[in-house]
């Protein structure tokens, strides 16, 4: 049966490019060093379609975390501002902040974690820098 005139009308209130922004997995990478943030970024763009964000230092990760809600975040250990710690506590306690799916830290040290102490503290994951793409991908996805 076919109706020319139907009982209602359908709006779509987005486009269809915002919805396919709106389905890309929303990743925050926290890292003062800029030839991290761009290897992360060339490594992310290599992987797929992302809508990734930087901030530079702790601050302005924490206010990122709050206004974007990322669904993944890349969070160097030591950091201006705000370190690494600084944030994973926000994380844990700041109500304006929803917990991430997978929290990552990053650190040019020795990882100063057991398996016991990352739940305690909400990393998922820990990634050594240098890193290659292979360990990017598998600190994220796997």
């Given at each position: 049966?076919?109706?020319?005139?139907?009982?209602?009308?359908?709006?779509?209130?987005?486009?269809?490019?915002?919805?396919?922004?709106?389905?890309?997995?929303?990743?925050?990478?926290?890292?003062?060093?800029?030839?991290?943030?761009?290897?992360?970024?060339?490594?992310?763009?290599?992987?797929?379609?992302?809508?990734?964000?930087?901030?530079?230092?702790?601050?302005?990760?924490?206010?990122?975390?709050?206004?974007?809600?990322?669904?993944?975040?890349l969070v160097d250990l030591v950091l201006p501002?705000?370190?690494?710690?600084?944030?994973?506590?926000?994380?844990?306690?700041?109500?304006d902040i929803n917990r991430p799916d997978r929290?990552?830290?990053?650190?040019?040290?020795s990882n100063p974690f057991d398996e016991e102490?990352?739940?305690?503290?909400?990393?998922?994951?820990?990634?050594?820098?240098?890193?290659?793409?292979?360990?990017?991908?598998?600190?994220?996805?796997?």
């Amino acid at each position: 049966m076919h109706c020319d005139n139907p009982p209602f009308a359908i709006q779509a209130d987005y486009s269809v490019e915002q919805l396919n922004e709106q389905a890309k997995t929303r990743i925050l990478v926290i890292d003062d060093e800029e030839s991290i943030r761009y290897a992360v970024d060339a490594g992310l763009d290599f992987l797929g379609d992302y809508d990734v964000h930087f901030a530079e230092d702790g601050a302005k990760g924490i206010e990122g975390l709050k206004t974007l809600s990322p669904d993944l975040v890349l969070v160097d250990l030591v950091l201006p501002t705000v370190g690494g710690m600084g944030i994973l506590e926000a994380i844990r306690k700041d109500p304006d902040i929803n917990r991430p799916d997978r929290v990552v830290l990053m650190t040019g040290h020795s990882n100063p974690f057991d398996e016991e102490h990352m739940d305690d503290v909400g990393i998922d994951k820990i990634l050594s820098k240098p890193f290659k793409l292979e360990q990017l991908k598998s600190a994220l996805f796997d």
